[in-house]
C-alpha cells in the first residue's frame, strides 16, 4: 500500500461511496476527460445539430438475479432509464449486451428477456440494438448485463448543480431503502416477517410530468448505490451549499427500519432503483408535492428538507426525531455490493 | 416520545443543577455509541455532561497481536477464513483482510453457523472462524463449536477473540480512568448475562449502572436515571429495558458458553492484559482451537503507527485529540480499529459528530 491507496481493486470500488468516486478521479478522468464527461452527471448531454440529447450507460450484476418485486431485467432497463430521466430528457431508446455465463438455464434467460421487453414497453422505449457473449463457467455469475440509452432533452429545461440557492427545497418521491433491503435480505435468506419488496421502476413518466408542468425544479439525481446519503452529499460538494434534512420527514418503512436495524445498516446509506431526489425552488415544492402525489410513482412524496448556508466545508446535516444534530457522511461504498 | 425526551432532559437539567459539577458517564456498547451519535443525543444534552464510548465495540477492543495473527492465515492457501464483515478492514503491519483478500480465500460470514456450514461444503480447506464479540455472539461461536465436534467437522476451527465486558469495566476503574463516574451498561450483553451480573460493579466501585435500551428515548431515560442517582447520592443497580432484560439473563446461552469455554487471561487494545477476560476453548474443545493448530502466538502486538485508539477505548481522549484522526485516518483509510469497525468511536465521530 502506497499512500493508503490500494494496489487491487476492492469491492468497495464498485459502491457508488468515497471509492466509487476516488476510481472515477484518479484512474478514468486522467485518461478519458473530455466536456461532455466532466461534469460527471447521470448522463451526459450533447448536441447533435438541433437535437439536444441525454446519453448514458450502466451495467448490471445483482445478486440474486430474481427478487421480490423485480430481476436484473428490470433493473437494466429502469436504471438507464432513470439516469436519462433525472437528466431532464424524455428516453426514447435502450441498447442491451447480454454476457451470460456458460450453464445459464434458458429458461432463466427466457424470464430475464421477457421483464426487460415488459418494462421497456411499459416505460415507452424501445430496445434499438444489442449484443450477446457467453463466457466460461465461473467467470460470471449467471448473467451480467449492461444497458446504454439516449434520450431528447425536454426543451427550456435548464438543470444543475449551480442552481441550488439558500432556502430551496430538497424533496424525494417516496420511501427508501426498499431495494437495497430488499436484495441483502434475500441474499442472506433472511425473512422478514411483513414484505420487503424493491423500489425498481422507471421513473420517466413523472420526472418528465413534472418538468413539464413546474417552473423552478433545480436538480434531480436518482438514489442508487449509496442512497440517500450519497446523492445528498454529492449535491452539497457539487453546489457549494449546505443540506440540511429532517429525520422525523423522511419516508421510510417500519419493515425497512426493521430490516435495517436487525442489519446494522443506515437506512441513508441504502440503494433505492425507483427514487430520485430533487431540489426546487420554494415556491415550487407544493406544486411538485401535488403532482407526485397524484402519481402511482409518487404517492409517498415528501419534502425532507432544505437547502441551507454553508459552513467551511458543506455539509448534509439530519436534524434528529429528537431535537438533535448531526451530519450525514459520504457512505464508504461496501456496504452492500452487488446490489445492482 | 417526545414528552419522555422533554422529561429525562429536565431530570438531567436538574440534577446537574445540584451537582455542580461535570458529569461523566461511559457506554460500554458500540450499539449505545452509535444509537447516541444517529440521534444527536450528545446535541441536547447539557455541556456539564460529558459522554465517553468505552471499550464496547468487539472489533476494537481486539489486540494488534490478535489481528495479526488472523493476518498470518492469510498466507495460507489451505485456509479459508470465515469473518464478521467488520474484521477485513481492521490493518494490520502488511495490509487488512481486505487488501489481502486475493492472496487468502477470506469470505464474510453472517454468523458462525454461516462459517461451519463453509467448512462442510469445503473439505479440502480449513474453515478458520475469526470469532470476536462479547458475549452476544460468544453462545452462537459455542453452539458452532459443539455442532462441529458432534458431527466430526474437523476442518472447522475458530480463532476465539471473544470478551468479557465486565472485567474490561473493572480495569477501567482500577486505575486507568478515574473520571468515570457511572456506567450505561450495555442492553445487548444484559440480554446474555442478566442485569444482576453489573452488581459487583456497583457494589465494590460505588458507581450507578444503569442498562439502557437503544432507542434515543431509552437512552436519555437512562442517563436520566444515572443522572438522578449521582445527585442523589444513591448509587444503584437499574435495568430501565426491563422488557428485554432480566436479572439472571439467558441461563441455557450462559450454560453453553461454559460448557465449552473458559475465561483466560487475555490482551485487549488499549488496556492491556486484564485477567479472566478473554474466552478460550476448554481443553475438550482444544482441536477446535486455531491458535494451538496453526502454533499462532497470542501474544500483545506492536503497533507503531501512530494511533490512539488504546486511549480512544479507555474514555482517556476524544477521537478528534488523536492528530491522525480524519486526517490520515478515515473511514476510507483507516488507521485504527476504530475509524474501522461501524460501531466504533472514532467512525461514530467521523461519520455523525459535527465539525464546528
Redesign the interface.
Known amino acids: 500500500?502506497a499512500n493508503?491507496t490500494?494496489?487491487?481493486i476492492?469491492l468497495?470500488h464498485g459502491g457508488g461511496g468515497?471509492?466509487t468516486n476516488?476510481l472515477i478521479r484518479s484512474h478514468i478522468l486522467p485518461h478519458l476527460g473530455n466536456e461532455a464527461l466532466a461534469p460527471l452527471g447521470d448522463s451526459a448531454c450533447l448536441e447533435l445539430g438541433s437535437a439536444s440529447i441525454c446519453f448514458t450507460t450502466d451495467s448490471y450484476v445483482v445478486k440474486p438475479l430474481f427478487f421480490r418485486g423485480g430481476d436484473i431485467g428490470k433493473l437494466a432497463v429502469c436504471g438507464t432509464i432513470n439516469d436519462l430521466a433525472v437528466a431532464g430528457s424524455r428516453p426514447l431508446a435502450l441498447t442491451l449486451s447480454l454476457i451470460v455465463e456458460e450453464g445459464l438455464e434458458v429458461h432463466t434467460l427466457d424470464r430475464i428477456l421477457e421483464s426487460i421487453g415488459q418494462t421497456a414497453r411499459q416505460a415507452g422505449v424501445s430496445v434499438v440494438a444489442g449484443d450477446t457473449k457467453t463466457v466460461e463457467r465461473g467467470s460470471a455469475d449467471g448473467i451480467f448485463i449492461n444497458t446504454a440509452g439516449i434520450g431528447i432533452r425536454l426543451p427550456g429545461v435548464e438543470l444543475g448543480l449551480d442552481k441550488f440557492a439558500v432556502g430551496d427545497k430538497v424533496f424525494i418521491n417516496g420511501t427508501i431503502g426498499d431495494h437495497g433491503l430488499t436484495i441483502i435480505s434475500q441474499r442472506?435468506g433472511i425473512r422478514f416477517e411483513s414484505q420487503l419488496e424493491s423500489d425498481c421502476a422507471p421513473l420517466a413518466g413523472l420526472t418528465c410530468m413534472l418538468l413539464e408542468n413546474v417552473q423552478g425544479i433545480r436538480f434531480m439525481r436518482d438514489a442508487t448505490r449509496g442512497g440517500l446519503a450519497a446523492v445528498l452529499n454529492e449535491m452539497v460538494e457539487g453546489s457549494r451549499l449546505g443540506i440540511e434534512i429532517r429525520e422525523a420527514d423522511l419516508p421510510i418503512k417500519p419493515v425497512v427500519q426493521g430490516a435495517a436495524d436487525v442489519l446494522?445498516f443506515?437506512v441513508l446509506n441504502v440503494a433505492n432503483e425507483g427514487k430520485f431526489v430533487a431540489v426546487v425552488a420554494p415556491e415550487a415544492a407544493e406544486k411538485c408535492l401535488e403532482l407526485c402525489h397524484a402519481h402511482e410513482l409518487g404517492r409517498s412524496a415528501r419534502v425532507i428538507g432544505e437547502v441551507v448556508e454553508s459552513r467551511d466545508?458543506p455539509?448534509v446535516?439530519?436534524?434528529?426525531?429528537?431535537?438533535?444534530?448531526?451530519?450525514v457522511?459520504m457512505p464508504?461504498g461496501?456496504e452492500l455490493p452487488r446490489i445492482c | 416520545m417526545l414528552d419522555r425526551i422533554v422529561n429525562a432532559q429536565h431530570q438531567i437539567d436538574d440534577a446537574c443543577k445540584q451537582l455542580d459539577r461535570p458529569v461523566t458517564i461511559m457506554e460500554v456498547c458500540g450499539t449505545h455509541t452509535v444509537a447516541i451519535f444517529r440521534s444527536g443525543i450528545r446535541s441536547i444534552l447539557p455541556a456539564s455532561v460529558k459522554l465517553l464510548s468505552g471499550p464496547g465495540c468487539p472489533v476494537c477492543v481486539t489486540d494488534q497481536g490478535y489481528i495479526d495473527a488472523v493476518l498470518e492465515l492469510t498466507q495460507r492457501d489451505d485456509c479459508l477464513i470465515a469473518t464478521y464483515g467488520d474484521m477485513i478492514r481492521v490493518p494490520g503491519r502488511h495490509g487488512s483482510l481486505e487488501t489481502l483478500a486475493s492472496k487468502a480465500d477470506v469470505r464474510v460470514v453472517l454468523s458462525s453457523e454461516d462459517a461451519l456450514q463453509l467448512a462442510k461444503d469445503n473439505p479440502g480447506k480449513t474453515v478458520v472462524f475469526i470469532a470476536v464479540g462479547f458475549e452476544t455472539t460468544a453462545p452462537a461461536t459455542a453452539v458452532a463449536v459443539k455442532e462441529a465436534a458432534g458431527q466430526d467437522v474437523e476442518n472447522f476451527c475458530i480463532l476465539s477473540g471473544h470478551k468479557l465486558v465486565i472485567p474490561a469495566m473493572r480495569a477501567l476503574l482500577s486505575g486507568m480512568n478515574d473520571r468515570i463516574d457511572a456506567f450505561l451498561c450495555p442492553g445487548h450483553v444484559s440480554v446474555i448475562i442478566g442485569f444482576g451480573a453489573f452488581g459487583e460493579i456497583v457494589d465494590e466501585f460505588r458507581r450507578p449502572c444503569v442498562v439502557g435500551g437503544f432507542e434515543p428515548v431509552q437512552i436519555i431515560e437512562a442517563l436520566a436515571e444515572i443522572c438522578r442517582q449521582l445527585a442523589s447520592g444513591q448509587v444503584q443497580l437499574k435495568s430501565i429495558y426491563s422488557a428485554v432484560v432480566t436479572e439472571k439473563g439467558n441461563t441455557a446461552a450462559q450454560t453453553i458458553v461454559a460448557e465449552v469455554f473458559e475465561p483466560v487471561d487475555g490482551y485487549w487494545r488499549g488496556l492491556g492484559k486484564i485477567p479472566a477476560s478473554t474466552l478460550a476453548l476448554r481443553e475438550r474443545y482444544r482441536r477446535f482451537d486455531a491458535f494451538e493448530r496453526f502454533g499462532l502466538a497470542d501474544q500483545p502486538g506492536q503497533d507503531d503507527s501512530g494511533c490512539r485508539c488504546g486511549e480512544v477505548l479507555c474514555g482517556l481522549i476524544d477521537p478528534p485529540q488523536c492528530v491522525l484522526f480524519a486526517r490520515q485516518c478515515t473511514p476510507q483509510h483507516p488507521i485504527g480499529p476504530c475509524m474501522v469497525s461501524s460501531e466504533g468511536t472514532c467512525a461514530a465521530w467521523f461519520k455523525y459528530g459535527r465539525r464546528d
Open positions: 500500500m493508503g490500494p494496489e487491487r476492492l468497495a468515497q471509492l476516488q442472506e446494522g443506515d466545508l455539509l446535516e439530519l436534524r434528529t426525531k429528537i431535537g438533535g444534530r448531526r451530519i457522511q464508504y461496501r
